[in-house]
């Protein structure tokens, strides 16, 4: 345990994890499972933070296999300062206690999963939580908090595994890696995960009973099959093994030779982060919550869907759905108000505060999801009712909300229409039968492969009214109590911000004076734009991305689209310069290339030499959304540029107090195991207006059943 002659000993990632990294295109033959002792863990959680009471509180995993209920592991702490004149180094030593709340049987042995509660005073100063797991002391084995008047560094994440089938041979960088170098600069205090935390499709795979219910030919057969209970427990043995191997071990092996990866420095990075997460489909398995309602509602989709939601709830909650107190009455936690069509349990969205002036919300869009609902509307009326009594009882400036799947993204219309269309029907019913194109459909009902991904999304045909009633009344909220709101999304496996804001009214030439002035307004005071939310697209942290024609499709289909008479929706063209830094892109709103996200705020990035150094830039400053370089960081103007050639507009955002700074790390080179990134950063400001109603005239679809 750390003594005060050692305290501020540097932390070398590059120098004790760049050995790691050499493993990501391999793995271990067999599971990597010990058959004693510790199998996973620690997993470090923050559930919230009390700024009236000044406490932090979180939890931590561990996980051991053949051990007794009663030998939990021992974890004892100590506090002090992060740096050297911030605070007293007297430092303060602790345990945290241990709660045995899971046990399963498990390849003849027994697994027990320890919750430790995680409560800790908030000081005026950062504080660095050094631990030892029985008397094991690691490098990572610490975490930051900050001090009571400074908002959160936080990460977000998705995508954080591979398709069953990928080729993994070219990726031999770890954006893991790159994490854990950031972080050793930064101190990150949480990291969000926006779904797909872990990819479980291959439980049509190494599932015995999924499997000899996917090659079932029989239609009917196969929509009548019941989940036993010799089906549920192979359907448990397979999620408990996924999750040890992933979160334990970085272990991955998929349907080839060639897809295996082993991301040592995922489970460091969670023993380091604290995690807050939501969940998207892979975390069950490939599009559940988007085939039809008759192929969820059946025996063996459900069971699938509620054996995922166990081990989710487990793993990335550190609570069991036994447990009353932790399961539904945890402060963190804003249930939905009835069950899950096809889960049966409660929607579990997660606030908590994120700094003094910052707040988080990761809303649960999988648990009540049908083909034509995403999130119940008595969902979302306890949702803002939560929201308004948290910002009358302790304001915030600043709202980041977790959705999964982006909300401010091109439309897919013309492919909806055409995998929906009778005229499919033969090549369909011959790929079912495998004569021709195998692949052409899904191996659970026979519909077109890529219809799920299409159903996911917002504007999806059956979601486009839910996706602008949500988003005007996010618009109501914010524009009323004073509040920006940053909306982090992933799903989609590239690189993107999406940007809602104040319409500019057309026909200039003849405006009056006070539209001129008001559509000035719009570029130059954004600070002042109370329609203004940027949608930051994170993903994918692992799998693979799309080839560039896919980005190329996305930049055509991406115009000013009117959300209503009063808001713009466009992509922010912050893709300027490949991530060589050299060669200029065309397509400037989408960038095909694996990566990660961090916000965070001004007054840190102002405070802490490795950010100001990167960013270079200072209160008052505008800065055009796009490239981070070395020698400038991001461009600075005085003044708002016209339009380019394509009528994109990318007008300069200022550098404000209250601010926070949007980054997109983009893999720079995926064959390098130096694993660095490029940075694309846009500033955005605080809202410092406040409006009583916004107008949402000409907001189309909100008639539409």
């Known amino acids: 345990m750390s003594s005060t002659s050692d305290w501020f000993e540097p932390w070398d990632s590059q120098e004790l994890y760049q050995e790691t990294v050499k493993a990501s295109t391999s793995c271990a033959p067999s599971s990597p499972i010990e058959e004693q002792g510790i199998v996973c863990g620690p997993v470090l959680r923050l559930r919230y933070v009390d700024y009236k009471a000044d406490l932090y509180h979180g939890s931590i995993l561990i996980v051991t296999r053949n051990g007794s209920r009663d030998s939990a592991p021992e974890i004892k702490y100590v506090t002090g300062p992060s740096y050297p004149g911030t605070g007293d180094l007297a430092l303060n030593r602790g345990e945290f206690e241990p709660t045995m709340f899971y046990s399963e049987a498990f390849e003849d042995s027994q697994i027990h999963m320890f919750r430790y509660n995680v409560t800790l005073p908030l000081t005026e100063y950062e504080q660095t939580v050094k631990y030892t797991v029985n008397g094991s002391a690691e490098m990572h084995y610490r975490f930051f908090i900050p001090s009571r008047d400074t908002n959160f560094n936080v990460i977000s994440y998705s995508c954080n595994g591979f398709s069953v089938s990928t080729n993994t041979t070219t990726f031999k960088g770890s954006m893991w890696f790159d994490i854990m170098n950031k972080h050793s600069n930064v101190h990150y205090n949480v990291m969000l995960g926006g779904g797909d935390q872990i990819y479980s499709d291959g439980i049509s795979l190494f599932s015995d009973k999924v499997r000899q219910w996917v090659e079932t030919k029989d239609p009917l057969k196969k929509r009548n099959m019941v989940a036993d209970d010799a089906f549920k427990r192979d359907l448990n043995h397979f999620y408990m093994k996924e999750y040890l191997e992933w979160y334990g071990y970085g272990h991955w092996k998929g349907s080839t030779e060639n897809s295996k990866t082993t991301q040592t420095c995922f489970p460091i990075a969670l023993a380091t982060i604290p995690s807050v997460n939501i969940w998207d489909d892979h975390d069950t398995i490939d599009g559940w919550g988007s085939y039809s309602d008759s192929l969820m509602r059946t025996s063996v989709f459900s069971s699938i869907g509620k054996a995922s939601f166990k081990y989710y709830m487990l793993f990335q909650h550190h609570v069991s759905l036994e447990e009353k ?21 409660p929607s579990h969205s997660v606030f908590t505060r994120v700094g003094p002036n910052m707040a988080m919300l990761g809303l649960d869009c999988r648990t009540e999801r049908s083909l034509k609902t995403i999130v119940l509307r008595s969902t979302y009326d306890a949702v803002f009712e939560r929201l308004v009594q948290e910002v009358k009882t302790q304001k915030f400036d600043h709202l980041l909300l977790m959705l999964g799947v982006p909300i401010a993204y091109p439309r897919m219309v013309m492919l909806e229409w055409l995998f929906t269309s009778r005229f499919l029907f033969p090549i369909k019913f011959l790929s079912r039968k495998g004569i021709i194109a195998p692949g052409f459909v899904n191996e659970f009902n026979g519909d077109v492969e890529l219809l799920d991904d299409l159903n996911d999304h917002w504007c999806a045909r059956h979601h486009k009214r839910e996706r602008n009633w949500l988003l005007a009344r996010l618009q109501d909220f914010g524009a009323k109590y004073g509040v920006r709101i940053t909306i982090l999304s992933g799903d989609v496996h590239l690189a993107s911000m999406g940007r809602f804001r104040s319409r500019q009214h057309r026909h200039r030439q003849v405006a009056s004076t006070e539209t001129q002035k008001a559509n000035a307004r719009v570029d130059e005071q954004p600070e002042n734009d109370e329609r203004l939310m940027v949608n930051v697209i994170s993903s994918a942290v692992t799998n693979a991305p799309p080839p560039p024609a896919v980005a190329k499709v996305l930049q055509k289909k991406t115009p000013i689209h009117r959300f209503d008479h009063e808001t713009d929706e466009d992509a922010v063209p912050i893709f300027n310069f490949e991530t060589n830094g050299q060669t200029p892109r065309q397509g400037t709103c989408f960038l095909p290339q694996r990566n990660w996200s961090d916000i965070v705020p001004i007054e840190n990035v102002l405070n802490n030499e490795y950010m100001k150094n990167f960013y270079r830039l200072k209160l008052g400053d505008r800065l055009v959304p796009g490239m981070v370089t070395r ?68 907001l189309k679809h909100l008639g539409e059943k």
């Open 631 to 698: 020698e400038y960081g991001l461009e600075s103007v005085d003044e708002v540029k016209p339009n380019d050639s394509k009528g994109y507009r990318n007008p300069p955002y200022p550098v404000t107090e209250r601010g926070v700074m949007a980054t997109l790390h983009v893999e720079t080179e995926s064959t390098n195991i130096n694993s660095k990134t490029t940075a694309y950063s846009m500033p955005i400001p605080e809202l410092r207006i406040t409006k009583d109603k916004l107008s949402h005239a000409g």
């Open 325 to 345: 107190d932790a399961y539904l009455q945890d402060k963190m936690w804003l249930l939905g108000k009835e069950p899950g069509p096809f889960i049966g349990e």
